[in-house]
């Protein structure tokens, strides 16, 4: 019983010209199981890739809600914005500047409509950022300033001239 590959090759030959007995309907059998498999592939590969899509667009949307969250928890509420138009705004300077230990650095305030216009020497950098943040925080901003440096020993003492007025 040795294996003859010539014989082998003849037969196989002789399927595929359909020369031998069911040739023709082994081949049909065969060539319909080849477009079944390479169109089950085909649907495979497509749904694992919408899936995949579809996974990126659940994490994003899951993303944007967190984002979301987060600015609406940034966005003041409609209370706080109420409150910051009706702010006292020499009233909230005047304890902010009382809290810093301004004192006598407190040129002048004046009132300019709404807003109020001041005047601060001999603040340090960290003094003049501090005065910023806490005006801010108490819904009152800088709507423009001048800064002068003037030199002190070694660090550089600011005047500043400005006009504040409420957060809008």
Do not use: C
């Not at 914005?81 to 009706?86: A, E, G, Y």
């Not at 901003?141 to 809008?168: C, D, H, Q, Y």
């Amino acid at each position: 019983m040795a294996l003859n590959i010539e014989s082998i090759v003849n037969n196989a030959r002789s399927v595929l010209r359909g020369e031998a007995l069911g040739s023709v309907k082994f081949l049909a059998v065969l060539l319909a199981t080849l477009v079944v498999w390479v169109g089950v592939s085909i649907v495979n590969g497509q749904a694992s890739q919408s899936l995949a899509n579809l996974k990126s667009q659940q994490g994003r949307w899951h993303t944007l809600l967190i984002l979301a969250d987060e600015y609406k928890s940034l966005a003041p509420s409609t209370n706080t914005r109420n409150s910051n138009r009706n702010v006292d705004v020499p009233t909230v300077f005047a304890q902010v500047s009382e809290r810093m230990q301004l004192g006598s650095r407190v040129n002048r305030i004046t009132p300019d409509g709404r807003n109020q216009s001041v005047e601060i020497n001999r603040l340090y950098a960290e003094e003049f950022a501090e005065l910023q943040k806490q005006l801010a925080s108490r819904g009152v901003r800088f709507i423009a300033a001048e800064l002068r440096a003037l030199p002190a020993g070694k660090e550089r003492l600011m005047t500043v001239s400005a006009i504040i007025g409420p957060v809008n």
